[in-house]
């Protein structure tokens, strides 16, 4: 907040629905909240009588200020105790997680403290909420770490289970065992939705596993996130061949492109450090694609994870115009990023998708996840094993 000559914050939400609440409060709410996060460290909190309950005593705020039906007398009463210089509001033009306040509550805000007031003190929060998301603590690290061993081990699990004849639903329903058998949840979507599976042959796209069955010869593609205990969530892919009868390696243009992958991967990583944009990144795992003579990848060669598998904050694609706020954004140390430069090739030619979860530090980049390094291979026949 200093950094931005910024004095309060203010986060204002209803039913928990704004995406910064897990950093400024440790409960849930349903009634209007105000938050007021102050320079001086003397937080304000504004809660319902019907939302704080027994949980009073443990708000880390400086005052608890409760209300019944006059919620516009008491905010105006902290407001104008805190008489901010600079407000900050959840509002954003680039990012959703940075956009919490919805309209009607800015309308509210509007209406509580007058239109001319508010415009001459308001800005946006993105400044500090980049930061807050995207430089993770120790002990965030760690929670990311706890989630990408968890996703590890799952892959392993089932790399064991799958055989030729299993749908892409029976897979990824091999993911949703992992999960619950370790009381952790699915990253995106609902807490036990199958992660992405792709059989090649049926068409690589962000879409839900299907009834398709794997043959022999097939290339599948298993896109995983998994959240933690914690709150935190991993973001991995891993790509395997199921071996025709015949076969003791996969085919040359198999191997070839899975190759490119990994090359394009391992240059992205080693790019990866503190001081560069993110478009600088992009544009050498994308290089690496485009020179082995592959189409260019149709995403960005990587984003943050934390919190969400898709964090915010500075993301690793393509530099166009007008610029993106987002990939021009500078790569600082205790950032997370999931690095996935993909062959992507369509009428059923090989793909790959590959994707490590990588620390920047102040030194050399540190790899969380297990690398993949040669592409999995299910042996033909396999004998069930679950």
């Known amino acids: 907040?200093?950094?931005n000559q910024i004095d309060t914050w203010l986060v204002l939400t209803r039913d928990g629905y704004d995406p910064s609440l897990p950093f400024v409060l440790d409960m849930e709410t349903t009634h209007t909240t105000a938050l007021f996060i102050h320079k001086s460290g003397e937080h304000i909190a504004l809660i319902s009588e019907k939302d704080v309950g027994s949980l009073e005593t443990s708000l880390p705020y400086s005052k608890i200020v409760t209300y019944s039906n006059h919620l516009e007398e008491a905010f105006?009463?902290?407001?104008?105790?805190?008489?901010?210089?600079?407000?900050?509001?959840n509002v954003s033009k680039y990012d959703h997680l940075y956009d919490g306040m919805s309209l009607g509550l800015y309308k509210w805000l509007e209406k509580v403290i007058h239109p001319t007031r508010l415009s001459e003190i308001e800005v946006s929060s993105e400044p500090i909420l980049h930061?807050?998301?995207?430089?993770k603590s120790s002990t965030e690290i760690q929670a990311v770490k706890t989630a990408i061993k968890h996703t590890t081990d799952i892959f392993d699990e089932a790399f064991r289970q799958m055989s030729v004849g299993m749908s892409e639903k029976e897979i990824g329903q091999l993911f949703v065992e992992g999960m619950e058998k370790r009381g952790v949840t699915n990253g995106l979507g609902a807490p036990h939705d199958l992660p992405l599976v792709c059989i090649v042959r049926c068409g690589l796209a962000h879409r839900k596993p299907g009834d398709h069955i794997v043959e022999p010869g097939d290339i599948v593609i298993i896109d995983f996130s998994?959240?933690?205990?914690?709150?935190?969530?991993?973001?991995?892919?891993?790509?395997?061949?199921?071996?025709?009868?015949?076969?003791?390696?996969?085919?040359?243009?198999?191997?070839?492109?899975?190759?490119?992958?990994?090359?394009?991967?391992?240059a992205s990583i080693?790019?990866?450090?503190?001081?560069?944009?993110?478009?600088?990144?992009?544009?050498?795992?994308?290089?690496?694609?485009?020179?082995?003579?592959?189409?260019?990848?149709?995403?960005?060669?990587?984003?943050?994870?934390?919190?969400?598998?898709?964090?915010?904050?500075?993301?690793?694609?393509?530099?166009k115009m007008p610029p993106r706020p987002q990939v021009e954004g500078v790569i600082q140390p205790g950032e997370i990023y999931a690095i996935?430069?993909?062959?992507?090739?369509?009428?059923?030619?090989?793909?790959?998708?590959?994707?490590?979860?990588?620390?920047v530090t102040n030194n050399e980049p540190v790899v969380l996840s297990?690398?993949?390094?040669?592409?999995?291979?299910?042996?033909?026949?396999?004998?069930?094993?679950r």
């Not at 902290?78 to 210089?85: E, R």
């Not at 996969?250 to 990994?262: H, K, L, S, T, Y």
């Not at 297990?370 to 094993?385: D, F, G, H, S």
């Open 1 to 3: 907040m200093d950094s």
């Open 76 to 89: 105006l009463d902290v407001f104008n105790l805190l008489n901010p210089k600079v407000l900050a509001l």
């Open 131 to 135: 930061q807050l998301r995207s430089v």
């Open 226 to 266: 998994l959240r933690s205990q914690e709150g935190y969530v991993s973001d991995i892919a891993r790509t395997c061949y199921f071996m025709k009868e015949d076969e003791t390696t996969p085919p040359p243009d198999v191997e070839r492109a899975f190759n490119a992958a990994i090359e394009a991967i391992t």
């Open 270 to 319: 080693n790019t990866l450090t503190a001081g560069k944009k993110g478009y600088e990144v992009d544009a050498v795992g994308r290089t690496v694609i485009e020179s082995k003579g592959y189409p260019t990848i149709r995403h960005s060669v990587g984003h943050q994870v934390g919190r969400a598998t898709h964090d915010g904050g500075t993301i690793l694609g393509p530099r």
């Open 340 to 359: 996935e430069p993909t062959v992507i090739q369509d009428d059923g030619l090989p793909c790959m998708l590959i994707e490590e979860n990588v620390l």
């Open 370 to 385: 297990k690398r993949q390094l040669e592409l999995v291979k299910i042996p033909y026949p396999v004998v069930n094993q």
